[in-house]
């Protein structure tokens, strides 16, 4: 199956999809094949408000535009709500929606929204220890001084409000953090730890563990994905190599690591046996990531031949084993995502990310399109 041909199933489900939630959006599937739904009560709405913007991008459908609209309408209110917005995944919300509008649209009101987001962000930064808290309120016992790897995905949203506004406040908290991740997450081989604690009274290192993983030292497959795709664009946004030589390294190890089929389990260092779940959504991810990485790497970099060969085995395995292809019984685009084993939430299901950068693949791929995370 081509490019175009995916694109294309994407958008039938979509339209579907666009019935089918109305008002709602969709987390993750609960066994059924069917997307469970909710307002605005989390950290995934954006990833749908994402899926309706690409489409449009591609297919400059107004039944989509209509439909990607009204999420960014939905986004407004629950800013003027302040509806659950105390968290790190305010980048995740807000670039793949209000910017993303801007990106698309150039709608003033929109840029002006995705500011304020940025705004929200910055009120998660921590002085002491230097990093943008994950979880949790001010001074929690537990997370008070808390980061984890898929915050890289949110400081595009810190980046960008610099080059906006000229307040370089927004891009050098998020420099410090990205340091901070690079120094504390990322191991000496390349794998990476979830998450990791500091003291909030002196800001000293405590120590690495997991949320998500298999274990506290073990590599959680999705968040080595947002490791590579994060330092690529800490890298496009700063031009310092050490983010670009991060991304490759950990690029690497999660190339290396996968199985037969090119497609991750959950977990690189659990038992891998056929019961294990797979999580497509990582490898969705994973290829969003080389395909910025390679943006960056010279035409004679002997690497751009391996990573180019990783981006066509891994899609051509989500393609052919894992891509519902426009199933109308189906509401997502990749079987076999997983959300959290270890919590034994949806650990074999359709996860609305997964989805969200399959089709950011399938569109960096057919036309050029990068998503939502910087201007294009």
């Given at each position: 199956?081509?490019?175009?041909?995916?694109?294309?199933?994407t958008l039938s489900t979509t339209r579907l999809n666009i019935k089918?939630?109305?008002?709602?959006?969709?987390?993750?599937?609960?066994?059924?094949?069917?997307?469970?739904?909710?307002?605005?009560?989390?950290w995934t709405e954006g990833f749908w408000s994402g899926i309706l913007w690409l489409s449009y991008e591609y297919s400059k459908d107004p039944e989509i535009h209509a439909a990607a609209i009204q999420t960014v309408d939905s986004f407004k209110k629950r800013m003027e709500a302040e509806q659950e917005l105390d968290h790190h995944?305010?980048?995740?919300?807000?670039?793949?929606?209000?910017k993303a509008?801007?990106?698309?649209?150039?709608?003033?009101?929109?840029?002006?929204?995705?500011?304020q987001a940025a705004d929200i962000l910055m009120k998660r930064w921590r002085?002491?220890?230097?990093?943008f808290q994950a979880w949790g309120p001010e001074g929690d016992h537990d997370n008070g001084a808390r980061i984890i790897i898929d915050c890289l995905m949110n400081l595009p949203l810190l980046y960008w409000a610099t080059e906006q506004t000229?307040?370089?406040?927004?891009?050098?908290?998020?420099?410090?953090?990205?340091?901070?991740?690079?120094?504390?997450?990322?191991?000496?081989?390349?794998?990476?730890f979830h998450t990791f604690y500091f003291d909030q009274l002196t800001g000293n290192a405590i120590r690495g563990g997991t949320a998500q993983g298999y274990q506290d030292v073990s590599t959680w497959t999705r968040g080595q994905a947002w490791g590579v795709y994060g330092f690529a664009l800490a890298y496009r946004y700063f031009k310092e190599p050490h983010y670009l030589e991060t991304s490759i390294r950990m690029a690497r190890y999660f190339w290396e690591h996968l199985p037969a089929d090119h497609v991750a389990y959950w977990d690189f260092d659990l038992p891998q046996e056929d019961s294990t779940p797979r999580d497509s959504s990582a490898s969705a991810i994973f290829v969003c990531g080389l395909l910025e990485l390679l943006e960056h790497l010279p035409e004679d970099d002997p690497q751009r031949a391996l990573f180019g060969e990783a981006v066509e085995k891994s899609m051509d395995s989500l393609l052919n084993r894992y891509f519902t292809a426009g199933s109308p019984s189906e509401e997502?685009?990749?079987r076999h995502g997983s959300y959290s084993v270890r919590g034994n939430s949806s650990p074999d299901d359709f996860m609305i990310w997964g989805d969200y950068f399959f089709l950011?693949?399938?569109?960096?791929?057919?036309?050029g399109v990068p998503g939502y995370w910087y201007e294009h």
């Amino acid at each position: 199956m081509n490019w175009k041909s995916a694109i294309e199933h994407t958008l039938s489900t979509t339209r579907l999809n666009i019935k089918r939630f109305g008002d709602s959006f969709p987390i993750v599937s609960l066994g059924d094949g069917k997307y469970h739904l909710t307002d605005h009560t989390g950290w995934t709405e954006g990833f749908w408000s994402g899926i309706l913007w690409l489409s449009y991008e591609y297919s400059k459908d107004p039944e989509i535009h209509a439909a990607a609209i009204q999420t960014v309408d939905s986004f407004k209110k629950r800013m003027e709500a302040e509806q659950e917005l105390d968290h790190h995944d305010i980048g995740f919300l807000y670039s793949l929606s209000a910017k993303a509008r801007w990106i698309v649209d150039k709608d003033e009101e929109s840029r002006l929204l995705a500011l304020q987001a940025a705004d929200i962000l910055m009120k998660r930064w921590r002085s002491v220890p230097q990093l943008f808290q994950a979880w949790g309120p001010e001074g929690d016992h537990d997370n008070g001084a808390r980061i984890i790897i898929d915050c890289l995905m949110n400081l595009p949203l810190l980046y960008w409000a610099t080059e906006q506004t000229g307040d370089s406040s927004y891009a050098d908290y998020a420099k410090i953090h990205a340091e901070k991740s690079r120094r504390f997450l990322v191991r000496g081989d390349d794998s990476s730890f979830h998450t990791f604690y500091f003291d909030q009274l002196t800001g000293n290192a405590i120590r690495g563990g997991t949320a998500q993983g298999y274990q506290d030292v073990s590599t959680w497959t999705r968040g080595q994905a947002w490791g590579v795709y994060g330092f690529a664009l800490a890298y496009r946004y700063f031009k310092e190599p050490h983010y670009l030589e991060t991304s490759i390294r950990m690029a690497r190890y999660f190339w290396e690591h996968l199985p037969a089929d090119h497609v991750a389990y959950w977990d690189f260092d659990l038992p891998q046996e056929d019961s294990t779940p797979r999580d497509s959504s990582a490898s969705a991810i994973f290829v969003c990531g080389l395909l910025e990485l390679l943006e960056h790497l010279p035409e004679d970099d002997p690497q751009r031949a391996l990573f180019g060969e990783a981006v066509e085995k891994s899609m051509d395995s989500l393609l052919n084993r894992y891509f519902t292809a426009g199933s109308p019984s189906e509401e997502g685009f990749l079987r076999h995502g997983s959300y959290s084993v270890r919590g034994n939430s949806s650990p074999d299901d359709f996860m609305i990310w997964g989805d969200y950068f399959f089709l950011e693949a399938l569109l960096r791929l057919q036309k050029g399109v990068p998503g939502y995370w910087y201007e294009h």
